[in-house]
């Protein structure tokens, strides 16, 4: 969630100077959790099957891949259908780490979670511009 400190600040950094009580009653009438839900309706998480061709890609040149680990899934993330995000190997560690299904999954999630929160951001500042003004 967006809190009334980090908004105040943007709002700020633009030119935009107004009491933080003020920022704050603007955010009370943003359903920010709404915003991350229609947003994050508009990602979607998948693992990879390892036959299918991803993008008009086989599987078998997929597959040669430097970063493709064979004892390890792979994630994909579309975003409005469309693939955004095809990783391999488990982002959070250094190297190519291979992940689980249930650790890619989570991964996943969390990293669509985290896109979808940086697009509602983007879309309640909007909003709490149009408040303000």
Known sequence: MLTKVDAWLRLNAIGLVRPIGEVENALLNIDQ?????????????????KVSAINNISAERLKSREDYLSDGEVYLI???????????????QAGFAAMTKDSALTIANKQADELAWAAAYESIHKLLLNLLL
Do not use: G, N, S
């Open 33 to 49: 959790r709404k915003m991350f839900e229609e947003e994050r309706a508009r990602y979607r998480v998948e693992i990879w099957d």
């Open 78 to 92: 579309y975003i409005d259908d469309c693939l955004t995000y095809l990783q391999m190997h488990d982002p959070r």
